[in-house]
């Protein structure tokens, strides 16, 4: 069965600092892989998204993942964190099943940014 | 342009009673998703709609959870007889179409509370 998981629920980073959130998903086949980032009161917003190729994504907002098959991963990255950056992020795995999908989930990393 | 809209935004209601929550898709959007965010299930896919079809219902948590979509726009969730671990953020998510990885864009959600 499709899964994700984010290890860790809680960062607390330094505003200016380097930031790594990490995801792990067990997929059967090449994954269409996202992160979306949802501020408290808010939905989900899409910072990135594989489908296929060059295993570096560029994002929205400075952020960037990088797709590893061989570690079945999938990290999100930002050099220099700003304080708009605190909120949950989640990543997420496709399901496709009879040609859609539906997304499944990881727990989410709540982010907490000191000044 | 106008993004996913879902209404209400917050509901209280008392253990026992009907509710309905309504999405509004992205216009043009042939597919659409429900979710449901709790603090101990995290983000759960509920139901999927291809136009006014739910080809997929297997998120559905019991028979108190229906869903129906009319002229493959509007949506509307049902909880009947609604007891507290219904309590959720319930997420709406729509997507041009219904393609594996096709980016799916969220509502703000309907917070429901059940006393």
């Known amino acids: 069965a499709q899964s994700v998981t984010q290890p860790d629920i809680h960062i607390t980073v330094s505003e200016g600092a380097s930031l790594e959130l990490r995801c792990n998903y067990s997929?059967?086949?090449?994954?269409?892989l996202f992160w979306y980032v949802q501020s408290p009161g808010q939905g989900l917003q899409l910072l990135l998204k594989y489908f296929s190729g060059d295993t570096l994504v560029q994002g929205i907002k400075g952020f960037e993942a990088e797709f590893k098959r061989s570690q079945s991963s999938f990290n999100l990255r930002k050099p220099s964190v700003h304080w708009s950056d605190a909120a949950e992020y989640f990543c997420?795995?496709?399901?496709?099943?009879?040609?859609?999908?539906?997304?499944?989930f990881g727990a989410g990393t709540r982010l907490a940014v000191h000044p | 342009g106008a993004g996913v809209s879902q209404s209400p935004s917050n509901k209280v209601t008392e253990k026992g009673k009907d509710v309905e929550l309504r999405c509004d898709p992205i216009s043009g959007h042939t597919a659409l998703y429900w979710y449901r965010q709790s603090l101990g299930q995290g983000l759960e896919f509920l139901i999927y709609f291809q136009g006014n079809s739910a080809p997929d219902k297997s998120g559905l948590p019991s028979d108190r959870f229906s869903a129906e979509r009319t002229g493959g726009s509007v949506s509307t969730l049902t909880i009947q007889r609604t007891q507290q671990e219904d309590s959720a953020v319930y997420l709406c998510?729509?997507?041009?179409?219904?393609?594996?990885?096709?980016?799916?864009?969220f509502g703000p959600g309907t917070r429901l509370l059940v006393l």
């Open positions: 997929y059967g086949a090449t994954p269409y």
């Open positions: 997420a795995v496709a399901a496709v099943s009879g040609g859609y999908n539906k997304l499944i």
């Open positions: 998510a729509s997507s041009l179409a219904d393609l594996g990885g096709e980016t799916q864009y």
